[in-house]
């Protein structure tokens, strides 16, 4: 009985497709490819790679979005100031959001959030309006800080025009180097601490300026994380 020719070129590529299998599981070809995969064109992706994708390491998260953990004894942080007068500020510590728009705690001006140097527990959070509010009010904040007290900043929209000499000083005597020429709608984010010796290393300002301006009228949003050492606790 004589096979058709459409039926003898089927049973010719099957033979073939066969014998390249058969051939390239001898000899260390690739086996990625199927009969179907012959006759589609197609080439399937070797399992072992399709696995090694799927289980690739996600990066790790580290707390308050930080690239590297901190040490032992040490506190995790991340501070945003404002962008414009519209994105509110954020201050983050351990992982734990402590003033922000979703938390509806911030506002024009400075943003502050008093914390515990020994035990890093959160003491206070407050916002004082720089541009229409009263200047006494930060002043009765910061005077009564207690020694080793931390103290984070992020500005919001204008957080300087209403600072006057003593506010300034009390910053100062906390680290920071760049409130005495904090001016009108800069941004700001700081750490310090009360009773700090040396200044703080934790600062950044970006001046507010026609030509250099991010959004109009104001400077780029700041971000500034870090690692701060607890401070042992003191001795009675």
């Known amino acids: 009985m004589r096979l058709t020719a459409p039926l003898r070129t089927v049973v010719v590529l099957l033979l073939v497709g066969f014998t390249w299998l058969l051939a390239s599981s001898l000899f260390g070809g690739d086996s990625s490819l199927s009969v179907r995969n012959i006759f589609t064109g197609t080439k399937e992706e070797p399992t072992q790679r399709k696995y090694e994708r799927q289980t ?7 707390k308050c979005g930080l690239s590297a953990p901190c040490p032992p004894k040490h506190l995790a942080f991340r501070l945003v100031s404002g962008a414009a007068n519209v994105i509110g500020p954020k201050i983050c510590l351990e992982d734990k959001m402590l003033m922000s728009s979703v938390k509806n705690n911030v506002g024009r001006g400075l943003n502050i959030a008093l914390v515990n140097g ?41 957080a300087a ?46 001046k507010n300026s026609k030509s250099g301006n991010k959004y109009e ?20």
């Open 161 to 206: 025009t209403k600072l006057n000499d003593e506010s300034r000083r009390l910053f100062e005597e906390l680290g920071s180097t760049a409130v005495k020429e904090l001016a009108f709608r800069d941004s700001w984010v700081f750490v310090g601490a009360k009773g700090i010796e040396n200044k703080s290393p934790f600062e950044q300002r970006m």
């Open 118 to 158: 020994v035990t890093g527990e959160l003491l206070e959070t407050k916002t004082f309006d720089m541009w229409a509010g009263d200047v006494s009010n930060l002043l009765k904040f910061l005077r009564p800080l207690h020694e080793g007290t931390l103290v984070f900043v992020a500005s919001f929209d204008d």
């Open 217 to 236: 009228g104001w400077p780029e949003s700041l971000e500034m994380d870090g690692c701060i050492p607890l401070r042992p606790p003191l001795e009675s």
């Open 56 to 62: 690739e390491p996600r990066p790790r998260r580290y």
